[in-house]
């Protein structure tokens, strides 16, 4: 008689599943004290975010080709636009990343909007959220966590301001193999393989990293800073939480000019047909909505595998998840 496969059992253990059900409760719990109203919201639509930095799956939907969304939000900020009051929604997204230690191509995405905050008091929502889940779950009472600009984060690691500095600049504190091997980038390109290699991995306390260079503002606002020496320049009104050397949450304050984001759009699309990726169909349902009158708001979206990850001390998203890809 062959062996039978153990293939049907989940990567992660029982007793840390039933942790995971404790902590999405814990959530929950913490946006009904703020009269956050739960939301629910499609997964597949006809078309997704433009973001270059992110790679979506696509299906075959009723003869036509659809998009697994990389987040709800474009639907959330529908239901805004419509008068939604602060909501909240925890589902499932989709990314078409390689699975590892830190990715699974469907995860779970914890993603809110509060009418009439701005990046400060989001800053400061983010901060108490985890700093409850800290207390609750980990007994790190009496403690908060850290607050810095990119700029600030920029400089504990690697010289120079990062808003300000042109590829050349950047690729001098690449080596010589790294400059080999990555050949020809883009400033934004240059900036984000910094950051993620000098920087992030030693960001294992939590951090929230504010004020994010301009061309990654995605679906945020800019907003205007000065040098000491008296140079401007815009940074998106931005914020992520780093934790162990992940990136746990992503939050902005929302741009509101649909025009704006139309072309982001068109320039997104630019960069990624530069870089191979697929053409993103515009966003029109949102733009509408915008133009209807989106209020002004902010919001953020966090992964909670990840933040499962960091709460309960796991080295890999399948020791938080019960059937990853290779499973599933």
Sequence with gaps: M????????PSARISRLKRRAEIITAIRGFFAALDYTEVSTPVIAATTSSDPHLASLTLDCMGKKAWLQTSPEQHMKRLLAAGMDACYQIGPAFRADEAGSQHNPEFTLLEWY???????????????LIDKLRSEFLDQTGTTIDIASYNEAWNRFLPGNPHLMQTP?????????????????AVDQARDYLFAERIQPYLREPVLIHSFPADSSAMARLAEETTLRGQEYQVAARVELYWKGLEILNGY???????????????DCRIRA?????VIPP???LYDAMNNGLPPCAGAA????RLLMCLLDANSIREVMAFPFDLA
Excluded at 170 to 183: D, H, I, M, V
Excluded at 253 to 267: K, V
Excluded at 274 to 278: A, E, I, Q, V
């Design 2 to 9: 062959p062996q039978a496969s153990s293939n049907w059992r």
């Design 114 to 128: 509060r009418p009439g905050f701005n990046l400060a008091e989001l800053v400061d929502e983010c901060r108490a």
């Design 169 to 185: 600049e950047l690729l001098q504190l690449l080596t010589k193999q790294e400059r080999a091997s990555l050949g020809l980038l």
């Design 253 to 267: 304050h929302e741009l509101l000019d649909a025009g704006e984001l139309q072309q982001r759009h068109t320039r």
């Design 274 to 278: 530069d870089r191979g990726l697929p």
């Design 283 to 285: 966003q029109n349902a």
């Design 302 to 305: 966090l992964g909670v595998e």
